[in-house]
């Protein structure tokens, strides 16, 4: 798509009005979700073309299962039978970060923005190389201790097949895929997190999602209601559209690497942070 985008005159103007924007800020944090992935092969979970619609959905007690069932849940885990699951796990292994991935990793290089809050569970953001994330919904590629709420990358943890659950070595509490499975909370560490980087932001850059989904739905308002502003990065109208001081419609990837350039050329110092 990001191909053949030809950006506009005009939206080259708002997209130097979003970078302003971004400048004037004193704390600017983005707010991420699926669509600043489709342009990394994966495609939304419903509607056409989606995930759930190809592959069929996910049972909706995935983390009650889990919680009767550790074991069989982890054998699952490690020999999917499931066609959801095992679309799932193809579509995110061949998934590579995009322009907008790495944009994103500039404007934070350049000291403009101080933490991503992400709503996907693909790893991009990590891959790509942003430093400061906050993975609201998990990642696929990580496991997380149950009880202290320790994220492991799956090399430390020791999985016995003859033993399942495996256990955390820190607290020996039950270790599960860190992806927040339907009907689980979210870890309450990430949650406070996200809240203490929201609380200081005075412009929240949107990108990819509508935010109707709670808790993630809270955070444009609550900027909104600090006195901030919001820039929004979306191919389609949504409902934050008439509240943001600045939409701007296209594809991610073009976009962000535009506002990329203009951000950088409208700082007035080489020194970043
Ligand atoms: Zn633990």
């Not at 049972?59 to 699952?76: H, I, K, N, S, V």
């Not at 997190?193 to 809270?218: F, H, K, N, R």
Request: proline residues 8%; glycine residues 10%.
């Amino acid at each position: 798509m990001s191909d053949t985008f030809v950006l506009s005159p005009a939206l080259d103007a708002e997209i130097s009005e979003a970078a302003e924007l971004l400048l004037r800020a004193s704390r600017v944090v983005a707010l991420t979700g699926a669509g600043l992935s489709v342009e990394s092969g994966i495609p939304p979970f419903r509607g056409p073309g989606g995930l759930w619609t190809k592959y069929g959905e996910p049972p909706m007690d995935g983390y009650q299962r889990f919680l009767a069932d550790p074991a069989e849940a982890w054998r699952e885990r490690l020999n999917p039978t499931a066609s959801w699951a095992k679309g799932l796990i193809e579509t995110l292994g061949q998934a590579k970060p995009n322009l907008g991935h790495e944009a994103m990793v500039g404007l934070e290089e350049i000291g403009v923005l101080r933490a991503t809050i992400t709503q996907n569970v693909d790893d991009l953001h990590r891959q790509a190389g942003s430093q400061s994330l906050l993975e609201i919904h998990g990642n696929h590629a990580m496991l997380r201790c149950m009880e202290c709420h320790q994220r492991f990358d799956p090399a430390e943890v020791e999985v016995d097949p003859d033993a399942l659950p495996p256990h955390c070595k820190l607290c020996r509490g039950i270790v599960k895929g860190d992806t927040v499975q339907f009907g689980e909370p979210i870890p309450p560490d990430v949650l406070r997190a996200c809240y203490a980087a929201v609380q200081g932001c005075d412009c929240m850059l949107v990108v990819g999602t509508s935010a109707t989904v709670y808790p993630a739905a809270e955070f444009p308002l609550e900027v909104l209601r600090g006195g901030g502003s919001l820039i929004e990065v979306n191919p389609y109208e949504s409902e934050l559209t008439p509240v943001a001081s600045v939409s701007l419609r296209g594809p991610g990837g073009a976009i962000l690497e535009r506002l990329l350039h203009h951000a950088r050329a409208r700082q007035p110092y080489e020194a970043t942070g």
